[in-house]
């Protein structure tokens, strides 16, 4: 029996295009209806417009996150020094684009270059003493640098909206593009001189060119996803995933839609597309780096992850490094390929590509604990990771379910309620769905990327991880609008509402948390001010609210000096040679938890010997117990004292004033508390180091 398709005079406020299982319909779908092709034009450049905008504006209000302080200043690096050797743990071309209006801007780095931080390819100790050289500009630096990176996520939102669209026609487009730019997560993340945004704007751009290949593979297609699939691989290494899952989409299609294309001369122009695509990645990831180190021997490499090495054979010398990490991993390991037939094997990438790679995967598999100490029995199960947190529990092992949690505390409820009713349209409406093909395409690439960070590693460090999956997700949501369509009357009004109310919802849950979007929680977990029960680090507390602490104090006690342990890269007492900074001590830790880092303690300032009554400001992530380097609070009169002025402090150090409330939270992430005499005297007992 034939569908029966709603009159003209009916046609809904959200209108699509109906199913295409072919892909000449999914190629000209247009808009119909109500959105012609002017007023979607217009929805789409104000939705984008919008986005950018409070991205924008947040930017300006926050100052860098931990990350960034390392980034920028090794992106200036490889516009001057035209080497990629600091900081490769992540590919340079967000780092590239970020440092080029700060190089135009004529950064002091010629001091820097004769120092220890350049020839050792220390990155934090060359951030840091880059801070220190261009205190004058440093804020302003990030600022010009940062104005960029919206761009990534505009390309993204674009994406969006012509995946959708080309699914689900203009009013499914529009909704996915809307649950794109209203999403705290994407805003986050997406001013920021990290590689999370770009690889995911650029990684679902290169999937959308290679679905348009597999749809019709003509040459030209096949080398715009090749070109693609190269800048995402300069990105994040995570997009290395594309490799694997690309061809899975390609098998899945033969399978699923069997019967199309031909055999012979069509199978051999298939393998030269292919081959295409493949070299093209190749040759623009070679471009990305300027050709540096390529055609080395595999074997000449020091790698050091379990994956690319092998135990050290009895009696062979091994190399040292400045580097504790890669000094403790190589007396054990050894380059697996290195006395085999694939030594001498040129490898077609760059040097600083593959070091990135290895260092990124340590990081991903962690390392045995006796690599740190000798004296512990050689327990290869035994891993030593960084410190990470879930629900109040911090430990040095993550979970499987990690980016599950993630999700329910991050991701607005109106995105969870639209996200659910297209899994349900997915299933139970054949009419709003495109082919299968088409579906298992959208679908496959965050199943993969959020099964490969569930189960394949130990990272869990943020959400950020798994950004990658959301525009998949977003595009998927899009069939709501061809579901819309096909309803009447009193169900077509209540659907309808459901999708602008929940759309409406997240508009309101963005201007709420703006412009701290890092900060951001859903309501059903408690809201931003209750994130550090859940989660800390860059999903909450990324060390972005030094500056607003500042002015909140300027605006609320003029004068004070605070008690003061930061989360974060920047040195406070850099803001106090601007000429903005103000007045702050270490407060006291909780006893035999901080250590000097590399000088000695008796030229440190040192934390305050006794709790008093005043004021006191505490990053979320240090309340909650979280291990980290803090400066010391010493008037900074020479480069060597922004780095080596400073202190490590144990987990829990400061976590004692998780007992108190405090009487503000800046940005949602520095807690600031007013301490009594009754107070000082109640926390005497909780100081004492909690037993583990």
Not at 131 to 150: G, H, K, S, T, V
Not at 190 to 210: H, P, Q
Request: proline share 8%.
């Amino acid at each position: 029996m034939a569908r029966r398709r709603p009159p003209p005079a009916a046609a809904p406020p959200i209108a699509a295009a109906p199913r295409a299982p072919t892909a000449e319909a999914v190629e000209g779908a247009h808009p119909v209806g109500f959105w012609t092709r002017p007023r979607v034009t217009l929805a789409v450049v104000l939705l984008l417009a919008t986005h950018a905008g409070l991205a924008v504006d947040s930017l300006l209000r926050e100052n860098a996150t931990v990350d960034e302080i390392a980034h920028l200043p090794a992106g200036v690096t490889y516009w001057q020094k035209g080497t990629f050797k600091l900081y490769h743990h992540n590919p340079p071309l967000v780092k590239l684009i970020a440092a080029l209006p700060v190089v135009l801007s004529g950064p002091v780095t010629a001091p820097i270059y004769e120092m220890n931080s350049w020839l050792r390819e220390s990155h934090s100790t060359f951030g840091e003493t880059f801070a220190y050289y261009n205190i004058a500009n440093y804020l302003e630096f990030f600022d010009r640098a940062r104005l960029l990176m919206p761009l990534f996520t505009v390309v993204g939102g674009l994406v969006v909206f012509a995946w959708s669209s080309r699914l689900y026609g203009p009013g499914g487009g529009l909704v996915s593009l809307t649950l794109w730019t209203l999403c705290p997560n994407v805003l986050a993340h997406g001013r920021l001189v990290t590689g999370d945004a770009a690889a995911t704007s650029i990684g679902v751009g290169a999937t959308y060119l290679f679905w348009r290949f597999q749809r019709r593979p003509t040459w030209n297609r096949a080398a715009l996803a090749g070109l693609a699939l190269g800048l995402a691989q300069l990105t994040k290494f995570s997009m290395i995933l594309l490799y694997g899952l690309w061809p899975a989409l390609a098998l899945a299609r033969l399978v699923l839609e069997r019967g199309r294309g031909g055999r012979g001369r069509g199978a051999a122009r298939a393998v030269g597309q292919w081959v295409l695509i493949g070299v093209l990645g190749v040759v623009v990831i070679d471009l990305g780096y300027g050709f540096e180190g390529v055609g080395r021997p595999l074997g000449s490499f020091e790698f050091a992850s379990r994956s690319l090495t092998r135990p050290v054979p009895p009696g062979m010398i091994r190399p040292t490094s400045e580097n504790r990490l890669l000094e403790s991993a190589w007396r054990f390991r050894v380059n697996r390929f290195r006395g085999t037939a694939l030594a001498s094997l040129p490898v077609p990438l760059p040097r600083h590509y593959l070091l990135g790679f290895d260092e990124q995967k340590i990081e991903t598999e962690g390392m045995p604990a006796y690599f740190f100490d000798p004296s512990l029995p050689r327990d290869e199960s035994s891993q030593m990771g960084y410190p990470v947190y879930l629900d109040g529990v911090l430990r040095r092992s993550g979970w499987w379910y990690y980016y599950l949690a993630t999700l329910a505390y991050k991701v607005p409820e109106g995105t969870w309620l639209l996200v659910g009713l297209s899994a349900v349209v997915l299933v139970a409406s054949r009419r709003s769905r495109a082919s299968t093909w088409d579906e298992v395409a959208v679908l496959a690439i965050p199943i993969g990327v959020f099964g490969a960070m569930s189960f394949l590693t130990d990272i869990c460090l943020g959400l950020r991880y798994i950004l990658p999956i959301f525009p998949y997700v977003f595009i998927a949501a899009g069939k709501l609008g061809p579901w819309i369509s096909g309803l009447t009357g009193t169900r077509r009004r209540i659907g309808l509402a459901v999708v602008l109310g929940s759309l409406g919802f997240n508009a309101a849950s963005v201007a709420a948390i703006h412009p701290h979007y890092l900060s951001y929680f859903n309501l059903a977990s408690g809201g931003p001010d209750r994130g550090a029960e859940h989660l800390i680090d860059s999903n909450l507390d990324w060390g972005q609210d030094l500056v607003t602490l500042r002015r909140w104090l300027a605006a609320n006690h003029p004068g004070r000096k605070v008690g003061l342990a930061y989360f974060g890269q920047i040195n406070p007492s850099l803001l106090a040679l601007r000429g903005d900074g103000f007045e702050w001590f270490l407060p006291p830790p909780r006893p035999d938890t901080l250590r000097p880092v590399g000088t000695d303690p008796s030229r440190l300032v040192g934390p305050a010997r006794r709790l008093t009554p005043g004021l006191y400001a505490i990053s979320a992530s240090i309340v909650r117990g979280l291990p980290w380097r803090l400066s010391d609070p010493q008037s900074l009169r020479s480069p060597q004292a922004a780095w080596q002025a400073a202190w490590n402090a144990d987990a829990d150090a400061f976590s004692y004033f998780a007992a108190l409330t405090p009487i503000k939270k800046v940005g949602h992430s520095i807690y600031v508390y007013e301490l009594t005499a009754e107070d000082c005297v109640r926390l005497a007992p909780q100081r004492v180091r909690p037993r583990l």
